[in-house]
């Protein structure tokens, strides 16, 4: 069923102030004398002029109550804007980092038997496989300081994958601790990415697949002659 909403256009607002303002204006033309003799009267009333000084000054505080409150509120918007601008682009600046480490453990394992790189220098070994031109800045997010570590590498050289196996199912990269409003990004070697919740699920979750990459390595070392 559909409703009525009546809208008011640009003709309507000027046929009411029309309606308002014609009788006022013929109303002081035809009174115009009265009007003045009034006004003369009460200019010298003091009430009169007392209440003509109070609405000036409640007019004035109003006014710059007006202006403090517009700055304040649009300030706190553009400072929220920027603020809310700046996390977005932290956080796609650490998603794309962990694509390309996502993809460089990939190239890596191309070379290398379908192992994963080593726990102690994977840095180094993924240093050639990485295609970005300031390579040493993949490894550090955008909200962590210079020189901290900001990403955990869970694999080993002795994790070895299975061809039968989902990259999917396979989680490489994690991050060192929650940084993007209290969340955390882990990484799939299918350069899918998971988004944590909190601390204590960061820490479950990097448990969890510390544990799979361990049954995993422990499946290859069972294999070995």
């Known amino acids: 069923m559909n409703h009525f909403s009546p809208t008011l ?5 000027l046929l009411i102030l029309t309606i308002i303002i014609v009788p006022i204006a013929f109303l002081y033309d035809e009174h115009r004398e009265q009007v003045q003799q009034t006004y003369e009267y009460l200019k010298t009333q003091k009430w009169f002029i007392r209440l003509v000084c109070f609405s000036t000054r409640f007019c004035q505080v ?3 109550i007006f202006i403090v409150l517009f700055v304040l509120f649009s300030a706190g918007g553009l400072v929220s804007a920027f603020q809310y601008a700046h996390d977005a682009a932290t956080r796609t600046t650490c998603q794309t980092n962990i694509h390309y480490l996502q993809t460089a453990i990939c190239n890596y394992m191309q070379e290398h038997d379908n192992h994963l790189p080593p726990q102690d220098n994977w840095k180094s070994e ?15 997010c955008p909200e962590e300081k ?4 900001s990403y955990i590498y869970l694999g080993d050289k002795d994790i070895k994958i299975p061809e039968d196996m989902p990259f999917k199912e396979i989680p490489v990269i994690i991050e060192t601790k ?8 882990a990484g799939y070697l299918d350069s899918n990415l998971e988004y944590i ?7 479950n979750t990097m448990a969890e697949f510390m544990e799979k990459l361990n049954s995993l390595k422990e499946t290859e070392q ?4």
């Open 178 to 185: 929650c940084r993007h409003r209290k969340n955390a990004y």
């Open 9 to 13: 256009g640009l003709l309507d607002v």
């Open 197 to 203: 919740g909190g601390e204590e699920n960061r820490e």
């Open 62 to 64: 109003f006014a710059v």
């Open 222 to 225: 069972q294999q070995l002659p």
């Open 146 to 149: 210079k020189g901290v570590e």
């Open 126 to 140: 993924l240093m050639p496989y990485i295609q970005f031109f300031e390579k040493e800045k993949v490894f550090l």
